[in-house]
């Protein structure tokens, strides 16, 4: 009979809060499972050596540990946040990422958190590095913050949680910025990763931390519409596009990818860029740059159809 072990799950927001966030100690009867489990887990190692086989893997919800401080500023890096930015840490702990935002590159920010020890702890944090205009602190659940401020939002979640808030976060404005500490979004793919030595981390084997980038993209599925009888047909997966563009008679298949606000658009002999932009008639597309066979769409802008067709 196989011997296997589950990690425990937490029964509330503030128990899930506290174990992801590193928010020791624990209330007893949370520390109690988790002990449990470690006992239950080193059973299973045992048994599964003692007659030559390998264990069954456990079930894992990772807890949060805090971030150690290279992989802080390496999170921070690799959005490339500057003095401009508004940092949202979800999750916030102890407030190192917002405090080193503010302290190192200069930007202001907000760190949500459940805990209340740990959002007085981080504005005493804050306090002691001379951040505190800068550096703010609530207590809050992360689901319940208004995202929409932010340039850069950075997480240290477990993945459920990364896939509870992608809606949202698709939903910000093109070229947010999104970092995540070790997990990632599912389909969602990050347009940039990279792996950060971490020796100081207190969780896994290989220590090791992975950090990914996302960049929120326009939403340009749709019909856009041009001068000439020029139209674009776009299929769209969070940053990748497929679809048709050209005249009604002539359409051309395609594919791009979309950077922020900015969306390349590449097809045999031809590659185009253009710039997603909003206002009170709707979004728009403008091509600022065409080579090829679609040199002449330079300068052209296009709108979204309201329905199947282009008209006038």
């Known amino acids: 009979m196989a011997l296997a072990c589950t990690m425990p799950r937490m029964t509330s927001a503030s128990e899930r809060h506290r174990v992801r966030h590193g928010a020791w100690p624990l209330p007893e009867p949370v520390l109690g499972r988790w002990l449990a489990t470690l006992a239950c887990t080193a059973a299973v190692w045992a048994n599964a050596s003692a007659q030559g086989l390998a264990p069954m893997p456990v079930m894992e919800e990772v ?3 805090t971030t150690p401080d290279n992989v802080t500023v390496s999170m921070l890096e690799l959005a490339g946040v500057n003095a401009k930015d508004f940092v949202l840490d979800l999750g916030s702990g102890d407030g190192r990422i917002v405090i080193t935002a503010a302290r190192r590159f200069g930007a202001r920010g907000l760190g949500v958190e459940i805990v209340p020890e740990l959002v007085e702890r981080s504005r005493r944090n804050a306090q002691t590095a001379g951040v505190a205009e800068r550096a703010e602190f609530r207590e809050q659940d992360l689901f319940k913050t208004d995202l929409t401020a932010a340039s850069v939002i950075t997480m240290y979640l477990l993945p459920a949680v990364n896939l509870q808030l992608r809606p949202a976060l698709l939903g ?7 970092v995540s500490h070790d997990w990632d979004m599912g389909e969602w793919t990050p347009d940039r990763t990279v792996t950060v030595e971490a020796p100081t981390k207190n969780i896994g084997r290989e220590k090791l931390s992975q950090l990914r980038l996302w960049v929120v993209p326009a939403q340009a599925a749709g019909l856009w519409c041009g001068g000439a009888g020029l139209q674009w047909h776009l299929r769209q997966q969070f940053q990748m596009v497929q ?18 606000a900015t969306l390349h658009l590449w097809a045999p002999g031809a590659q185009a860029r253009a710039e997603w932009q909003t206002s009170p008639q709707g979004p728009s597309l403008r091509v600022v ?8 769409w330079q300068g052209q ?9 282009c008209t006038g």
């Open 172 to 178: 910000l404005k093109p070229g947010t910025r999104l």
């Open 289 to 296: 740059g065409a080579s090829g066979t679609w040199a002449p």
């Open 243 to 260: 679809g048709q563009a050209g005249p009604a008679a002539d359409l051309q298949a395609l594919l791009g990818r979309i950077d922020g």
């Open 301 to 309: 802008t296009l709108r979204k159809a309201s329905g199947d067709r």
């Open 63 to 65: 807890p949060f540990i």
